[in-house]
């Protein structure tokens, strides 16, 4: 029961309180999530046990990191998962973080409850402590305990895997900087299998905490940049997004077949400059049931005035918390 209140439930990759959550589109980002799982199940040849997928906003990265929790989850790859968010005050924090992972941990080790209840026992203040003891006590401690049992040493033959996206939306950049050290010790000093994907952007002191000469031995940089083809993912996007509306809006049959025109798409293609949310923003604008897909097109296009209704609002949100 001490568990449970410390615990931010609206963290969890499926929690109930995330309305339509971002993830992948559909045979987009295939290369990305392959190089993600490949690095997740090599326990033989590990010599890394962080891998940091870093990138701008809106490049994808709460939804990459949300198709791999479903990914695992279909394998049956055990799991915790903590997903930060700026104006979420649940999940803004580190706070509920150990807490939060620790009552996953106990979901995914059966054995781990009794030990995790134990250690509640023993320090009923633990929540009030740092970072590093809550980790030890609670999730560290517990998978070396079980692994000393020769009857559950089954249990720990496949990676368990933390993922923590939005880490720069956690409140303080010292604590952000103290997690990433704390989790690096962690991982690098007890020989579990245990290994962590932190999603972030690459904000200056998550940057140098990575190449502090403690971590950046240990840590797989993964940019999304270039180098996987954005623009050909988001074009798919947009191609299937508008064949949905010509299918299947209100107003489907005032759609012509041909459109959107093809040097249409590509420009938004241009615009996106490699960010999925750019795209994605266009098409919930678009696609909205109450209007004119055509003439929604012909607002973001800047051809048509937009009155009250902006295409751009969500961006706009975006980056004014971005600055603030």
Same mark, same amino acid.
């Given at each position: 029961? %001490?568990l449970q209140?410390?615990?931010?439930?609206s963290?969890?990759?499926n929690?109930?309180?995330h309305?339509?959550?971002p993830?992948c589109?559909?045979?987009?980002? =295939?290369?990305?999530?392959?190089?993600i799982?490949e690095?997740? $199940?090599n326990?033989?040849?590990?010599?890394t046990?962080?891998?940091?997928l870093?990138?701008a906003?809106?490049?994808?990265?709460?939804?990459?990191?949300?198709?791999i929790a479903?990914?695992c989850?279909?394998?049956?790859?055990p799991?915790a998962?903590?997903?930060?968010f700026r104006?979420? @005050?649940?999940?803004?924090?580190s706070k @509920?973080?150990?807490?939060?992972l620790a009552y996953?941990l106990?979901i995914n080790?059966?054995?781990?409850?009794?030990?995790?209840v134990?250690?509640?026992?023993?320090?009923?203040?633990?929540?009030?402590?740092?970072?590093e003891s809550?980790?030890?006590?609670?999730?560290i401690?517990?998978l070396?305990?079980i692994?000393q049992q020769? &009857?559950?040493?089954?249990n720990l033959t496949?990676p368990?895997?933390?993922?923590?996206?939005?880490?720069d939306?956690? &409140?303080? %950049?010292d604590v $952000?900087?103290n997690?990433?050290?704390?989790?690096? &010790?962690?991982l690098?000093?007890?020989?579990?299998?245990?290994?962590c994907?932190?999603?972030?952007? @690459?904000?200056?002191?998550?940057n140098m905490?990575f190449d502090s %000469?403690k971590?950046t031995n240990i840590v797989?940089? =993964?940019?999304?940049?270039?180098?996987?083809?954005p623009d050909?993912?988001?074009?798919?996007?947009?191609n299937?997004?508008?064949?949905?509306i010509?299918?299947?809006?209100?107003?489907?049959h005032?759609?012509?077949s041909?459109w959107?025109?093809?040097d249409?798409a590509?420009?938004?293609?241009?615009?996106s400059?490699?960010?999925f949310?750019?795209a994605?923003v266009?098409?919930?604008f678009v696609?909205?049931?109450?209007?004119h897909?055509?003439?929604r097109?012909?607002?973001v296009r800047?051809i048509?005035?937009?009155?009250? &209704?902006t295409p751009?609002?969500q961006?706009?949100?975006?980056?004014m918390h971005?600055?603030?």
């Amino acid at each position: 029961e %001490r568990l449970q209140e410390a615990v931010a439930a609206s963290a969890f990759h499926n929690s109930e309180q995330h309305v339509d959550p971002p993830k992948c589109h559909p045979n987009t980002r =295939l290369a990305v999530l392959q190089k993600i799982m490949e690095w997740i $199940q090599n326990s033989e040849d590990r010599d890394t046990w962080i891998m940091w997928l870093n990138g701008a906003a809106g490049a994808g990265k709460s939804a990459i990191a949300r198709s791999i929790a479903e990914m695992c989850e279909r394998v049956k790859l055990p799991l915790a998962t903590f997903f930060f968010f700026r104006t979420d @005050p649940t999940r803004n924090t580190s706070k @509920p973080l150990v807490a939060t992972l620790a009552y996953q941990l106990a979901i995914n080790f059966p054995l781990t409850r009794k030990i995790i209840v134990e250690a509640l026992d023993r320090d009923p203040l633990v929540f009030g402590r740092s970072f590093e003891s809550q980790l030890k006590a609670l999730i560290i401690e517990p998978l070396l305990q079980i692994r000393q049992q020769s &009857d559950s040493s089954a249990n720990l033959t496949s990676p368990f895997l933390i993922i923590l996206d939005g880490l720069d939306e956690c &409140d303080g %950049r010292d604590v $952000q900087t103290n997690i990433i050290h704390a989790i690096s &010790d962690a991982l690098r000093d007890t020989g579990l299998p245990l290994v962590c994907l932190i999603a972030s952007r @690459p904000e200056q002191q998550i940057n140098m905490a990575f190449d502090s %000469r403690k971590v950046t031995n240990i840590v797989t940089r =993964l940019p999304l940049d270039n180098t996987y083809l954005p623009d050909e993912d988001i074009r798919l996007f947009l191609n299937d997004k508008f064949a949905e509306i010509k299918e299947s809006h209100p107003f489907k049959h005032l759609i012509d077949s041909s459109w959107p025109p093809k040097d249409v798409a590509e420009n938004i293609v241009e615009k996106s400059s490699g960010q999925f949310i750019y795209a994605s923003v266009v098409i919930n604008f678009v696609s909205s049931s109450r209007h004119h897909p055509v003439q929604r097109l012909e607002i973001v296009r800047g051809i048509r005035p937009a009155r009250l &209704d902006t295409p751009f609002a969500q961006l706009d949100a975006l980056y004014m918390h971005i600055f603030s």
